[in-house]
């Protein structure tokens, strides 16, 4: 029972450490900056998770320099020109954030963006980019604009796909490499401690026999091999650490490889 009250105890001062940071983050943001880049994303401030975060830790959130910053960012997202670019690029035009009587103009002109989008001609360049088809064709220029684009985005996730194979070969030779000074290090460090316990042991046999000086000679011995010892213990928790980062590292480029592997077969298919 006082474990299980120990451990709760734990998890709310845990907790109130990552509240306290949290709004340390929070309150380090430019506030009319962030309105804005939530506004040129076409997202209302209650879907952005930022402000839900900051909000729920109560940090001191300038919410009058946000709502500026937002209607600020609402004005630059609802042009013309803008909508033009957001078609062009690909993406959905969120109409919900702009009002009034020119959202006619704004849709026509993002559709002209996506028109341009969903050429034939840019098919293999959008594809190659690296950025995934959001569904935004018009049917009767989708399945020309799929074409060329699944011939890019094939060519681009073959190139990710070698290109991390690579990183995980460099990757495995620096675990190997790790490891091995991992192994040593442990190695030294296990020498060290039955060496400690062996003067231990003879310094226990001074003391039965009375012979100072060799206590004396002996606490002086543990008290350097301690300091190795310590030393060592730090090399060894050094070295395991950079071995699980490079480890998860390594794993994060295999899942990734998979994943890629996975999708190319969907973009042969016409």
Not at 117 to 138: H, M
Not at 227 to 242: G, M, N, P, R
């Amino acid at each position: 029972m006082l474990r299980v009250l120990v451990l709760t105890a734990m998890a709310f001062q845990l907790a109130g450490c990552a509240s306290y940071f949290k709004k340390k983050d929070c309150e380090s943001i430019n506030w009319f900056e962030h309105g804005q880049k939530v506004a040129m994303r076409g997202q209302w401030l209650n879907a952005d998770p930022v402000v839900n975060e900051c909000r729920k830790v109560e940090a001191d959130i300038q919410e009058s320099q946000l709502d500026k910053g937002f209607k600020s960012g609402v004005e630059k997202y609802c042009t013309n020109t803008n909508a033009y670019i957001i078609g062009k690029s690909g993406d959905f035009f969120s109409r919900d954030i702009c009002e009034g009587p020119q959202i006619n103009v704004l849709v026509a002109e993002h559709r002209k963006g996506t028109v341009d989008y969903c050429a034939k001609s840019n098919g293999f360049v959008a594809g190659t980019s690296g950025k995934k088809y959001q569904n935004v064709c018009p049917k009767e220029l989708e399945p020309v604009f799929l074409t060329e684009y699944r011939k890019g985005r094939k060519k681009y996730v073959q190139t990710l796909i070698d290109s991390k194979s690579s990183e995980v070969r460099s990757l495995d030779m620096d675990i190997l490499h790790k490891r091995n000074n991992l192994s040593f290090a442990r190695s030294r460090l296990s020498a060290m401690e039955a060496e400690k316990s062996g003067l231990e042991s003879s310094k226990s046999s001074a003391m039965l026999n009375q012979q100072s000086q060799l206590v004396t000679h002996f606490n002086s011995q543990i008290s350097v091999l301690d300091t190795h010892i310590s030393s060592k213990k730090s090399e060894v928790f050094s070295l395991q650490s950079d071995l699980s980062s490079l480890e998860n590292n390594r794993d994060k480029l295999q899942k990734d490889i998979s994943a890629f592997k996975e999708e190319l077969p969907s973009l042969d298919n016409p």
